[in-house]
């Protein structure tokens, strides 16, 4: 899907007459990611994404989402929401905190939204609103980054892809294990966690196990 802010017809729709689970991969010569995808009698009609921030460096990649329509004549209101509003716009020219639009699709239609690629660390659609007459599916991306994308030395630029859960199915507690991983620069450890709240005065805390002093 490489058109902003276009209906385009790219939706693929696989049938089993059993469960079945799918995995996509999105693969080029340097970078690469995967996801589960998650079944339509799943989606919802209410989303926030969670993208991640413009990566401006060899390229103009961009973070962002793409929307999917599971039956015809399904409208979309999307709310802009994120940071850098006054710093960047999106790749169709809109801005963060403009007012809402609408956009209809039908069946196997996707409209993808993302940002101009002009900045680095400063312009994010996290938290952009999505809601819809009719269920949907939302895929959150990046077309190409280093995590964090402030780093200037490291290596491991990578495309990021997950689809997205519906915001009414979010829930209160989460468990994570962390990943070894090679530590050549100093930078290389440790993982990043993002916090979205689906409403106004959330609260939330962090407790984590230290492995050296247990």
Same mark, same amino acid.
């Given at each position: 899907?490489?058109?902003?802010?276009? *209906?385009?017809?790219?939706?693929?729709?696989?049938?089993?007459?059993?469960?079945?689970?799918?995995?996509?991969?999105?693969?080029?010569?340097?970078?690469? @990611?995967?996801? =589960?995808?998650?079944?339509? $009698?799943?989606?919802?009609?209410?989303?926030?994404?969670?993208?991640?921030?413009?990566?401006?460096? !060899?390229?103009?990649? %961009?973070?962002? !989402?793409?929307?999917? %329509?599971?039956?015809?004549?399904?409208?979309? @209101?999307?709310?802009?929401?994120?940071?850098?509003?006054? @710093? %960047?716009?999106?790749?169709?020219?809109?801005?963060?905190? &403009?007012?809402?639009?609408?956009?209809?699709?039908?069946? &196997?239609? *996707?409209?993808?939204?993302?940002?101009?690629?002009?900045?680095?660390? *400063?312009? @994010? /659609?996290? &938290?952009?609103?999505?809601?819809?007459?009719?269920?949907?599916? /939302?895929?959150?991306?990046?077309?190409?980054?280093? =995590?964090?994308?402030?780093?200037?030395?490291?290596?491991?630029?990578?495309?990021? *892809?997950?689809?997205?859960?519906?915001?009414?199915?979010?829930?209160?507690?989460?468990?994570?294990?962390?990943?070894?991983?090679? $530590?050549? $620069?100093?930078?290389?450890?440790?993982?990043?966690?993002?916090?979205? %709240?689906?409403?106004?005065?959330?609260?939330?805390? /962090?407790?984590?196990?230290?492995?050296?002093?247990?």
């Amino acid at each position: 899907v490489r058109e902003p802010e276009q *209906v385009v017809k790219k939706g693929i729709r696989i049938r089993s007459k059993k469960p079945i689970s799918v995995y996509v991969i999105n693969s080029k010569v340097f970078t690469s @990611d995967g996801f =589960m995808a998650i079944p339509v $009698n799943a989606w919802g009609r209410e989303y926030l994404a969670t993208s991640y921030y413009d990566f401006r460096e !060899f390229d103009n990649w %961009a973070g962002g !989402f793409i929307i999917i %329509a599971r039956e015809n004549a399904t409208s979309v @209101d999307i709310q802009l929401r994120g940071t850098g509003q006054l @710093d %960047a716009r999106t790749a169709g020219g809109r801005q963060i905190g &403009g007012p809402p639009f609408t956009i209809m699709l039908d069946e &196997g239609d *996707v409209f993808m939204v993302k940002g101009d690629g002009q900045t680095r660390g *400063v312009f @994010d /659609l996290t &938290g952009s609103k999505i809601t819809a007459d009719k269920p949907i599916g /939302l895929m959150s991306f990046h077309e190409r980054s280093t =995590m964090p994308n402030l780093l200037v030395n490291g290596n491991g630029r990578n495309h990021l *892809v997950e689809m997205t859960p519906p915001s009414t199915t979010w829930g209160k507690r989460y468990v994570t294990v962390e990943y070894s991983r090679e $530590n050549r $620069n100093g930078q290389g450890k440790g993982d990043v966690f993002r916090v979205v %709240a689906r409403e106004p005065n959330t609260r939330w805390t /962090l407790k984590y196990y230290d492995k050296t002093s247990k």
